[in-house]
């Protein structure tokens, strides 16, 4: 697979993979979360807290893994209580990316998985039926 099949289907593939790998979020309902895809917006992908939706950005990615690692990242966000504690660490630890723990988690759970996403969704080998 290649950035040519960044599509709203693949990507909805990788959010139910998302959703049966790792599950709800206290903070948000998985039944109205979406994925959307967004060519103008400046980032390779973003949470929005908001309208609960996930963008991505194909523009700015040169792999398919990477954005599974993007859709993955996201996801983790999804999952944890940025409406509350995301801006309160960024205060805490200086306004800084690189090592706001939401980050750091989302980056580790997105590196560790991204692969595994990968074989059990498009790998013909490997994936599960439920991806088809």
């Not at 980032?43 to 893994?65: L, R, V, W």
């Not at 595994?116 to 088809?132: E, G, T, W």
């Amino acid at each position: 697979m290649n950035v040519g099949d960044i599509n709203k289907r693949n990507l909805n593939k990788i959010l139910r993979w998302c959703k049966d790998h790792y599950g709800k979020s206290k903070f948000k309902s998985m039944k109205t979360l979406s994925v959307v895809i967004d060519t103008e917006m400046d980032a390779s992908g973003a949470y929005c807290t908001i309208q609960n939706k996930i963008f991505i950005n194909p523009n700015y990615h040169d792999s398919f893994i990477g954005v599974i690692d993007t859709m993955i990242h996201e996801y983790t966000h999804f999952r944890q209580d940025i409406n509350v504690m995301y801006f309160k660490y960024f205060k805490k630890y200086n306004y800084s990316y690189e090592n706001h723990p939401y980050e750091i988690t989302a980056t580790h759970v997105a590196d560790r998985d991204k692969r595994k996403c990968f074989r059990d969704v498009f790998h013909k080998r490997y994936r599960k039926k439920r991806y088809i």
